[in-house]
């Protein structure tokens, strides 16, 4: 009976490897979006590959809208959602990891020629924001708080939100900073100073799904605590700013840096002979 239960147990390792996860994704580049081969990328899904790939999980993504990938989360649709930010009222419908994964706060955006100085010059004003998404909640809360009455105009992605403003369709739009610092330039928007509360990012997982999250959870633990993991090189990947000279050719770089120390060397030498020449400018100036 022993030997029997042993070998159940031997043969049920490999269907708990193969488990297949059903994952939401939705446009929230540089954190996770479907790119342009129609493939699921971004920092979160990047980070789920690489702890499916030590589980041996199989992924299934499902791509949706944010509101409809909470509501499919829900419903048991699908198993799993990245990049969800934690709130008491979530944590009613869905089960959250311990594991923090990224910190966030949202911007207000506006165009150029615009200038909003601070939420109460939000009162009368048009705002765009997704729907269901934590930055309205957030910023719903906080206009209450100060008597200011924004008119919200409620859309289905942060792209939408920017196109919104972009057009002059509302006056303003309250994004991610994530989101905002890679596509403010393309819309030809700028950010204000209105900032609101940040939020904790995280995986999501429907009910059921405790021992996933567990797993996840045991992954980002072991990464946090190595410094050389997948986590910070993800997390330099995609957020670190651009250099700008990574991707010049070799010789670009080395006619950059030696054009740097001859300016250095030709100020200094400057700086040297400068006394020296008022000097002698002195004693030839008539008296």
């Not at 567990?214 to 330099?236: N, P």
């Amino acid at each position: 009976m022993v030997r029997l239960c042993a070998l159940l147990c031997i043969l049920a390792q490999p269907v708990l490897a193969a488990q297949t996860i059903n994952v939401g994704i939705y446009q929230n580049e540089p954190k996770l979006f479907v790119n342009a081969e129609g493939q699921p990328d971004g920092f979160f899904v990047e980070l789920l590959g690489s702890i499916a790939a030590e589980e041996g999980w199989t992924l299934n993504y499902f791509p949706c809208e944010w509101n409809d990938c909470l509501e499919r989360l829900a419903k048991g649709k699908i198993d799993l959602l990245p990049d969800v930010a934690y709130s008491d009222r979530r944590a009613h419908r869905f089960l959250f990891g311990k594991e923090v994964v990224l910190s966030s706060w949202s911007v207000v955006y506006v165009r150029k020629d615009t200038s909003l100085p601070s939420l109460k010059a939000l009162d009368g004003k048009s705002l765009a924001v997704v729907k269901g998404s934590i930055q309205f909640e957030a910023i719903r809360e906080e206009v209450k708080r100060l008597g200011v009455s924004p008119v919200f105009h409620e859309v289905n992605s942060f792209n939408d939100v920017f196109r919104l403003v972009k057009i002059g369709w509302v006056d303003a739009g309250l994004v991610n900073t994530y989101f905002g610092r890679k596509y403010a330039p393309d819309y030809g928007l700028k950010k204000t100073s209105i900032l609101v509360r940040p939020a904790l990012l995280n995986y999501a997982a429907s009910a059921g799904g405790q021992a996933i999250l567990d797993t996840i959870d045991r992954h980002l633990a072991a990464y946090k605590k190595d410094k050389q993991s997948v986590f910070y090189r993800l997390t330099d990947r995609w957020f670190s700013p651009l250099d700008a000279t990574r991707h010049l050719p070799l010789w670009v770089k080395w006619v950059l840096i030696i054009s740097v120390i001859v300016a250095v060397a030709l100020a200094g030498i400057a700086m040297l002979l400068l006394p020296a020449m008022e000097s002698e400018a002195k004693a030839g100036s008539p008296q």
